[in-house]
C-alpha cells in the first residue's frame, strides 16, 4: 500500500532564508501533487509533476520529482512571510486504483 | 463556475444520528473524492469515484458510504455518527489524472462535523 512521507512536519525560518521539504512515497508513481493550505480554508493547488525529472516553479517555489528515488523536493527561496502555509505532497497510485494518498503535510512558519 | 461546493458548511450530530454530505462540481470532472482531515493527520481519502454509478473504498472507508448517481455530484452518508468522526470533510473533484498536467484536483470549501 502506498505511504506517503513529509519531511519536516513542522518548520519554522526567517524571512530571506532558504529551505527544502521532503515528500518519500513507497510505490513506483510518475504523478505528484504539491497543495497549499492556509490556515481554516481549503486546498490550492501549487504544482503538478508528472514526469521523472520533472522541474516546476513559480515565484519563491520550486518543486521537483526524482521517480527513482521516489522523492519530490519543494524547495523555498528567499522566503516571504507570505509563504506561512501548510503545505501537502500527494502520490497519484496511478493505473493500480487512482487513488491519490497525501503525506501529513508541513506546516510552514516564517517569522518576519 | 462555482467550481465545487460543499453543503452544509457547519453541522453537529448527536452520537447515532445520520446524515449526507452533498458535494457539487460544474466542471464536467470525472473524478471526485472524499477525504477527512484530522490535526497531524493530513488528509485521508474516505472514498472515490472515477466516473459517474462507480464508487471505490479509499483509505479509512468504515462508516461511511457513498452515491455518485449524478455526474456532477458526490454524495458522503454517515449512517450512525460516532465521536470519532469528528473532522473536517472535503471533496474533491478533477479530470481524468495524469493525462495533462492541468488535472490537478479542486477542492471544495470543507465541511465541519461534529458529533457529541
Known amino acids: 500500500e502506498l505511504k506517503v512521507e513529509q519531511n519536516p512536519l513542522f518548520l519554522s525560518m526567517q524571512e530571506g532564508k532558504n529551505y527544502t521539504i521532503y515528500c518519500n512515497y513507497s510505490t513506483t508513481s510518475d504523478r505528484l501533487y504539491w497543495y497549499r493550505q492556509d490556515p481554516g480554508k481549503s486546498l490550492e493547488s501549487l504544482f503538478v509533476?508528472?514526469?521523472?525529472?520533472a522541474v516546476k516553479q513559480e515565484g519563491r517555489l520550486m518543486a521537483s520529482l526524482d521517480t527513482k528515488a521516489r522523492l519530490s523536493t519543494l524547495h523555498i527561496t528567499a522566503a516571504v512571510h507570505d509563504l506561512s502555509a501548510t503545505y501537502f505532497c500527494a502520490v497519484d497510485t496511478m493505473n493500480r486504483d487512482d487513488k491519490i494518498i497525501f503525506g501529513k503535510g508541513t506546516r510552514l512558519h516564517i517569522l518576519p | 463556475n462555482a467550481g465545487v461546493t460543499q453543503t452544509p458548511k457547519f453541522r453537529v450530530l448527536k452520537t447515532g444520528q445520520s446524515m449526507t454530505l452533498l458535494c457539487a462540481q460544474d466542471?464536467?470532472?470525472?473524478?471526485m473524492y472524499w477525504y477527512r482531515q484530522d490535526p497531524g493527520m493530513g488528509l485521508r481519502l474516505i472514498h472515490y469515484?472515477?466516473?459517474?454509478?462507480?464508487?471505490a473504498k479509499g483509505e479509512v472507508p468504515d462508516g461511511y458510504n457513498v452515491s455518485r448517481l449524478k455526474k456532477q455530484n458526490f454524495l458522503l452518508g454517515l449512517e450512525s455518527a460516532a465521536p470519532s468522526q469528528t473532522s473536517v470533510y472535503f471533496c474533491?473533484?478533477?479530470?481524468?489524472?495524469?493525462?495533462?498536467?492541468?488535472?490537478?484536483?479542486?477542492f471544495g470549501p470543507g465541511t465541519r462535523l461534529t458529533v457529541l
Open positions: 474533491a473533484s478533477s479530470y481524468v489524472l495524469g493525462t495533462s498536467e492541468r488535472n490537478e484536483q479542486f
Open positions: 466542471m464536467n470532472h470525472e473524478y
Open positions: 509533476l508528472l514526469s521523472n525529472g
Open positions: 469515484s472515477v466516473g459517474e454509478g462507480t464508487t
